[in-house]
């Protein structure tokens, strides 16, 4: 799909829809009101007598009757004027370009965004464009039952390279959301590291993939016992951006990629199991993320690190009791196998450290305990350095991802010793989340760290503007974002 600008105005485009926006009340704004005016209020009048009220969340879809060179216009609804966002500019792209496939275009031409949001509102438009048109189709043995929307035109826009970058942010989303959404049967951790190989060799990042006999060498006893139980063996995968000119430092991006979980020998009840081809979302979000790094260049150094594993029972998988050796040195006692995301972690956090990254933040599915505690649409976020959480939540906010701080509160870590190692992986169910979190702070190192838990928000059953169903790629737009915001400062 391509996304371009034009000069002429948006009545006179040969599109098969044009995009247009209306407010609460249905205030018509931008080049709605000016067609609007050339039809004597007719799109007015025809928006009220299909029941359109231009509440944000809704979409509706007219044709034009020979009135106007497009075939039908789909009017976006964009809410209160006064609680309009750069990601209700989003959802609104988002909604209104699918509703036009759905009726069947290949090509629209759009509407400028509200002036208030300066460029970045051209690129948010772009970014829910595309990500709410992003479908996932190579298992459908039927392809393109709406077709699909080749083109899209900007009237009145002259920032090209906006569109470039939000095209560039959406791609790392989309490949974050294909990962996600492919099958453990076909994507486990050595398809997994190719197809981060592959990213890499196309964007010029470098690319170093540990096997499991590398890993063993390595003394990342933690990846290497997750992985034991299955005939698909663990990676660890490992990206470089480096910056053409001065890097302003070096971070660190950690994913969880366990390419199915089915607990291990504490196996899951099958609906806690039935999603867990989606316990890679970390990794996903962190290949993405630098796939849209690899392309936005920013002046940082950027090491992502994917622990990737299958966590399979079996007559060679590890067990509770069992005591590992993390790469770090510090033994853990398994008291069940199901929290592996912090073990595969541990090993992750420490050898990103020692590539000297100046702060750390890890995206992992990590806990049901995440999702009772801040529902499906929020991730919880953990952090040892204040600074690095509020900017952190910063591009979160910017990014339309929704994440909440919780607490490290020490004497929980009481929780979590063992007779007989240095830690167990895990204690009672109380605090979930946050034993969690305290279990990975053992092995950062004292590296700023912000961990993010995902568990709700990696996987959605709706589908709202721009946010589809199945794999979100939750994660990707702030890691990204992050790195911009610092690079200006
Ligand atoms: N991958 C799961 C967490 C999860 C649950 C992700 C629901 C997405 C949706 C993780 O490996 C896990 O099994 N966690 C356990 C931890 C427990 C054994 C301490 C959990 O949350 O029950
Ligand atoms: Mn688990
Ligand atoms: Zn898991």
Known sequence: MKFETTNGPLAEQQADALLLVAQTNNQLIGAASDIDTALDGQLQSALSSVGFSGKSGTVAVLPTLGRLPAARVVVAGLGEPSDLTIDGIRSAW?????????????????????????????????????LGLYQHRIYRSEQNENGDVESITFAGVDEPEQLVAGGQLADGICLARDL????GLDLYPERLAGRAWEMADELGLECTVYDRAALQEMGAGAIVAVGQGSKREPRLIHLVYRPDGESLGVAGFVGKAITFDTGGVNLKPP?????????????????????????????????????????????????PGDVLKTLSGKTVEITNTDAEGRLVLADALTFTARQGAEFMIDLATLTGASVVAVGNSAASLFG???????????????????????????????????????????????????????????????????????????????????????????????????LEQRARG
């Open 271 to 319: 609906d806690g199991m039935r999603n867990m081809k989606m316990d890679m979302a970390g990794g996903a979000a962190v290949i993405g993320a630098m796939r849209a790094i690899a392309e936005m260049k920013p002046s940082y150094t950027v090491h992502g690190v994917i622990a990737a594993a299958e966590n399979m029972p079996s007559h060679s998988a590890f067990r």
């Open 180 to 183: 996600v959404n492919a099958p």
């Open 384 to 482: 040892t350095d204040d600074a690095l959480a509020q900017d952190v939540l910063q591009a979160a906010e910017f990014s339309g991802e929704r994440m909440w701080r919780m607490p490290l509160w020490d004497d929980y870590r009481r929780d979590l010793d063992s007779d007989i190692a240095d830690i167990v992986n895990s204690g009672n169910r109380d605090g979930g989340a946050i034993k969690a979190a305290l279990f990975l702070r053992e092995f950062t190192h004292g590296v700023p760290w912000v961990h993010l838990d995902i568990a709700g928000p990696a996987w959605s059953t709706k589908e709202e503007g721009y946010r589809i169903k199945c794999g979100t790629g939750f994660g990707t737009h702030t890691l990204a974002t992050l």
């Open 94 to 130: 988002g909604a209104a370009a699918r509703k036009a496939r759905e009726a069947g275009a290949r090509s629209i031409a759009s509407d400028a965004p509200p002036s208030m949001f300066g460029p970045a509102g051209i690129r948010a438009a772009v970014e829910g464009a595309r």
